[in-house]
């Protein structure tokens, strides 16, 4: 029997989840938080920064007085200098799933990181394992070389990724130097309906470019006013910079390089808003191949209400 709730939406007590995803910015977090208070649920963070100890402000983490009211999960659960994945969020991620459902609540899985998504509904598909030896290798080596491997080996891969991300760079020429095939060759297909993505429905919520930027613009803002400049100093001196993962947390590497004296403080919010826009595209491009996907374009101004009447027509 489903556990009652004013929607009829489906509840853990009869195996369902709740999967909000989006871009940075779009609002995700403020429809799960009063999504959870209405149907008595709990939120699983789908971040791949949020799960670092002291990465709060950059990332929009929740503050320790919603977390309280709300209960969170995959926040602070590694420290600035342990490696996580995406095998490592679905571990913790099914663990999560049956603490929560142990207790009658709903898992909301709330976040932004497509990969995570995608490694919990559709599996980790035939990647291999990290190769220490290789991996140091590759870490060692000028990335220009290693976009031009790449290219060479893997054109389609090398067209798609974010140039700028390192860390995912490596991990695709790491993939193709071990498999000898594409990177698309190891990864899990999304059309295939694993085992958790039977009966779930992935709502991705979206906004009007321009709407989405001013939030953007006034979040990076925020972010600086509220001590980005000083968390990151901090951070520095606990070993962020050897972390490669944390460091590409958009914010945390352009307030580094302005520590660095690379630019001023003026042209650094002004460059964490660009890469942080950009970042939002590259989210919204990487959810349009998810085939399980129900989009909900939020209004400007829409009071969460309504956002929660739309929510619950989809996943009914």
């Not at 490696?83 to 799933?97: G, M, S, W, Y």
């Not at 142990?102 to 990647?127: E, N």
């Not at 660009?274 to 595209?281: E, V, Y």
Request: glycine share 6%; proline share 4%; hydrophobic share 40%.
């Amino acid at each position: 029997m489903a556990m009652a709730n004013p929607s009829g939406i489906r509840t853990s007590a009869d195996g369902g989840a709740i999967f909000i995803a989006g871009p940075t910015a779009v609002g995700k977090s403020e429809i799960s938080l009063a999504l959870a208070e209405k149907i008595e649920g709990e939120i699983i963070s789908v971040d791949s920064m949020q799960v670092y100890r002291g990465l709060d402000i950059g990332t929009a983490k929740p503050d320790a007085a919603t977390r309280k009211g709300i209960p969170h999960h995959l926040i602070d659960v590694c420290k600035l200098n342990e490696p996580f994945d995406a095998a490592k969020f679905v571990q913790l991620a099914e663990r999560a799933v049956a603490d929560i459902r142990s207790h009658d609540k709903v898992p909301i899985f709330c976040g932004g990181t497509g990969l995570y998504f995608k490694a919990f509904l559709d599996g980790l598909g035939d990647a291999p394992a990290a190769d220490p030896k290789l991996r140091a290798e590759l870490e060692a080596a000028p990335l220009a070389g290693l976009l031009e491997e790449l290219r060479e080996r893997d054109p389609d891969s090398y067209e798609k990724i974010d140039k700028m991300n390192r860390r995912r760079v490596v991990r695709a020429v790491e993939i193709v130097r071990t498999t000898g095939k594409p990177v698309a060759a190891s990864q899990a297909d999304w059309t295939q309906g694993a085992q958790h993505a039977t009966g779930n429905t992935l709502t991705l919520l979206v906004r009007s470019p321009a709407d989405l930027h001013e939030r953007i613009d006034s979040r990076v803002e925020e972010m600086f006013q509220r001590g980005l400049v000083e968390e990151t100093r901090e951070l520095l001196r606990r070993g962020l910079a050897e972390n490669r993962t944390a460091m590409q947390a958009i914010g945390y590497r352009q307030v580094v390089e302005h520590l660095r004296d690379e630019r001023d403080l003026k042209a650094t919010v002004e460059l964490v808003k660009i890469r942080t826009r950009q970042f939002a595209k590259r989210q919204l491009t990487w959810f349009r191949r998810h085939a399980h996907c129900q989009w909900i374009e939020l209004k400007q101004e829409e009071p969460v209400e309504q956002m929660l009447m739309r929510l619950f027509e989809v996943q009914t």
